[in-house]
């Protein structure tokens, strides 16, 4: 599958950069004039001088617990439900149009939907699963309470494909319809398609029509695309979020995720928000036009790299590797607790460092706290003993400082890594 959904996909890279960044302007004024959250967020941001990578990164990263804690503060005052961050509303919300369905995810976050067909961009990435106009979709995704169901389903539509909404659970009735419909591909988690495979062939039924499958929620190793494969199923991983729609899809390449045109993508070092060089481990941080949601430098929490080169199908936008682990690790040593914020707070204290890692090893309650530290720029050695006494006020622990050789922890995933035995 190398033909493409449309010509934005095989633009040269420079004229995607050239019009990102010339409607990157626009948005940030738009989320400004009509997010109230982006009004007081981006207070002294001048919205014209926002027009490169480079601008871009000098605004705060907005994140989900974010969302959580205007939200909450809203509905306790009897506010917006969104928080102020979408543009979207119903009746007595004073918006510019109106939200289509509203979602609620763990949190609880409440996320719109507007009226625009494909609202959440999943086209792209299902027409890159091989999904064409035609086709019977069996739809998996939740329909209740959170989107995943409405994103697939309305990229499934804009195809022009026909959708069952299974929905989640009930697998001898999903079982039912499959072998009675005949749909041509699946879209929901690699779990649950297995589940429902194996249920097939423990009761004789057998699914030939199935051929293709958009998966998202989890992870796909490659033992389970393996599996999926020898019983005539090509599945192909959707990364994306409530928050944001779509962010990158897998293509008939198998070689990372490309991202989505309508988002810009950075991948920045966990809790302080500046890039990273390419191919290095970082959080990926999104904005996108959606002027419904505007949400800008949005932090995922999800960590990824960005892949070199372009990908052989001929798309041309960025790659990145496929989902790493999280960013926003939490550890308890000895009673105290330890956030990524922590060592946020200490590169900003000594800014002679260029990366630092957490690692704690022993057994619990017999833990042994070590801080990993990469010196920034050709500088060979660090003041431990400053650095040690940053920890002690900071995390109110003691450890042991440790230099590291520059690069070493570049690909380090995590800011925290708990290397304890329990028991």
Known sequence: MTDHLDALETRDPAEREAALMKILPAQIAHAKAHSPAFAQILADVDPGQIDSRAALAQLPVTRKKQLHERQTQAHAEGGDPFGGFSTLGWRALARPARARRVFQSPGPIYEPEGEVPDYWRFARALYAAGLREGDLVHNSFSYHLTPAGSMF??????????????????????????????????????????????????????????????????????????????????????????????????????????????????????????PVAEGEVGEVVVTVFNPAYPLLRFGTGDLSALLPGR???????????????????????????????????????????????????????????????????????????????????????????????PGALAERPHLIEDRRRIG
């Not at 989640?168 to 079982?175: A, C, I, S």
């Not at 929620?217 to 994306?240: C, S």
Request: net charge negative; aromatic share 6%.
């Open 311 to 405: 990908c052989p199908t001929g798309r041309t936008n960025l790659r990145i590797r496929g989902w790493l682990g999280r960013a926003d690790q939490v550890t308890k040593v000895r009673g105290m607790f330890i956030y990524p914020k922590h060592v946020e707070d200490l590169l900003r204290r000594h800014p002679e460092l260029a990366r630092a890692v957490f690692t704690v090893e022993g057994e619990m309650a017999r833990d042994a706290l070590t801080l990993l530290v990469e010196p920034r720029g050709g500088q060979v050695g660090v003041d431990a003993g400053a650095i040690a006494q940053s920890v002690r006020e900071i995390t109110k622990l003691r450890a042991e400082v440790q230099a590291v050789a």
């Open 153 to 274: 389903e309305t990229g499934a539509h804009a195809l022009g494909c026909t959708v069952f909404p299974g929905g989640v659970g009930n697998t001898e009735l999903q079982l039912l319809a499959m072998r009675q419909l005949g749909p041509q591909a699946y879209v929901g988690t690699p779990s649950f398609l297995r589940i429902l495979l194996e249920k097939g062939e423990e009761t004789g039924v057998s699914l030939p029509s199935l051929t293709k499958a958009s998966v998202s929620g989890e992870a796909l190793p490659a033992a389970l695309r393996d599996w999926f494969k020898a019983r005539g199923i090509d599945a192909y991983q959707t990364y994306g979020s409530a928050d944001l729609g779509m962010i990158a899809y897998e293509t008939a390449a198998r070689e990372g995720l490309v991202v989505d045109e309508q988002v810009l993508l950075e991948i920045v070092q966990p809790g302080t928000g500046d």
